[in-house]
C-alpha cells in the first residue's frame, strides 16, 4: 500500500494538484498534515517576513475542497490538525500510517525549497521508529504569481542553514 502526504503551511496550491495527480496514478489516500506554521518561524525575520506580506495564507479546508474538486473522494483524504512543525508532521503522519497497516511506499509532496528539509525529517522520524517505509519526494514549483516564485528562490539560503541548524540539534 501507499500513501500521499502533504505537509501544508497554506502557501502552495501546486502541492494539491499534484498529490490529486499522484492519487489517480497510484489510488492511495492523501494526508494532509498541519496547517499550523511552524513556531520557529512565527514572527519571521528579513526576506521571509516579506514573502509572508506577499502571500495570504490558503486555509487548508479550501485546499482540502480544490483536491476534492480534482476528483479525489473526501473519504481518501485524512487531515491530521494538531502538527505545528516538520517534525510533528512526520510524527503524527507515522501514527497514521500505523494505524492503516501494510503501508510501504509514501509519496512526499512539498514545494522545491522545502522539500529537502521536510525528507530529511520525515526520514529521521520513520528511522526513529524503525519503520521501514520508502519515502520518493515530489517537488513543486510555483511558478505564478512570478514574486511568490521569487521569493522562495531568493529564500533558499534561509532553508539550507533551518537544515543545519536542526542537524545540529539532531532532529534531522
Known amino acids: 500500500m501507499e500513501i500521499i502526504v502533504v ?8 502541492i494539491y494538484v499534484k498529490a490529486a495527480r499522484l492519487h489517480k496514478k497510484h489510488q492511495c489516500p492523501i494526508i494532509v498534515t498541519g496547517a499550523n506554521r511552524d513556531p520557529e518561524t512565527q514572527g519571521s525575520y528579513g526576506l521571509k517576513k516579506l514573502l509572508e506580506k506577499a ?6 479546508e479550501k485546499q482540502i475542497a480544490r ?7 473526501h473519504d481518501h483524504i485524512i487531515h491530521e490538525k494538531e502538527s505545528g512543525n516538520t517534525k ?14 501494510g503501508v510501504q511506499k509514501l509519496h512526499l509532496v512539498y514545494q522545491f525549497d522545502g522539500i529537502l528539509r521536510k525528507h530529511l525529517t520525515f526520514k529521521k522520524t520513520i528511522t ?6 520508502n519515502i520518493v519526494v515530489h517537488p513543486t514549483f510555483d511558478l505564478f504569481p512570478l514574486h511568490i516564485a521569487f521569493f522562495r528562490i531568493v ?11 536542526y542537524k545540529i540539534k539532531g532532529d534531522l
Open 128 to 133: 526513529h521508529f524503525e519503520n521501514k517505509l
Open 7 to 14: 505537509p501544508d503551511e497554506g502557501y502552495s496550491i501546486s
Open 88 to 101: 510533528e508532521n512526520a510524527i503524527n503522519t507515522l501514527k497514521i500510517i500505523e494505524g492503516l497497516k
Open 155 to 165: 529564500l533558499m539560503p534561509s532553508e539550507l542553514l533551518r537544515i543545519i541548524r
Open 55 to 60: 502571500i495570504t495564507p490558503i486555509p487548508v
Open 67 to 73: 483536491v476534492i474538486d480534482l476528483n479525489v473522494k
